[in-house]
């Protein structure tokens, strides 16, 4: 069974964290590792959170999601950058905290569109270009398919690549869900890595 730990400075849960998780711990310390799974949500309340971050949770098995009560883009990109796996609002409802935990439990991330933009952006800065249309991954989609995923993999929002590509953000999003399941990729990230010329060893 999965652990829910909501590390914050109170130690208390909110009504809405325990409707999520009902077995979810307050803690004010780093949990032992232990070798169940488990999904450590870190306060950016508590004053040193990103120290506590940076020490890598406690342990192999466990999935770091960053909760905020005012979420910024650069507060955001810092979470990632620093090994966490999700970052969002602290009041998120219920069904949003569940929805966050399956996915980082599932190896993906957890951002918003606008930040996933740009942490995508980002990351395949740091690779090579990303691949033309005539890469063998790229076979295995549709023509129309191959273009919403360069558009993607370049860091384009659906909104953004809906215009690119003159169609709806309701086509980009259906073109997506064929992508990730063709390719066997999670999110846009992986999708990102998946299409970088290493994209075999980052995604595997």
């Known amino acids: 069974m999965t652990r829910h730990y909501f590390l914050t400075p109170e130690a208390h849960l909110l009504p809405r964290w325990q409707a999520a998780f ?26 040193e959170w990103r120290a506590t971050l940076a020490q890598g949770g406690a342990g192999e098995h466990v999935r770091i999601v960053v909760i905020s009560d005012s979420p910024t883009q650069a507060e955001g990109l810092e979470a990632l950058e620093a090994g966490a796996r999700g ?9 949003m905290l569940r929805e966050v935990a399956v996915v980082v439990l599932h190896g993906g991330f957890w951002v918003g569109p606008e930040l996933m933009a740009r942490a995508i952006r980002a990351t395949t800065a740091r690779q090579s270009v990303i691949a033309d249309m005539t890469d063998p991954v790229l076979e295995r989609l549709t023509e129309r398919e191959r273009a919403v995923a360069l558009a993607v993999a370049r860091g384009l929002t659906n909104k953004e690549a809906a215009a690119t590509l003159d169609i709806t953000e309701r086509t980009v999003k259906a073109h997506l869900s064929a992508i990730f399941e063709k390719l066997a990729v999670r999110d846009r990230m ?9 994209g075999e060893l980052a995604t595997s």
């Open 190 to 198: 992986q999708l990102a890595l998946k299409l970088s010329p290493y």
């Open 22 to 47: 009902a077995d979810a711990l307050p803690i004010s310390v780093l949990p032992k590792a232990d070798t169940a799974d488990a999904v450590l949500w870190i306060s950016t309340r508590l004053p």
């Open 87 to 95: 970052y969002c609002h602290a009041l998120s409802t219920p069904a």
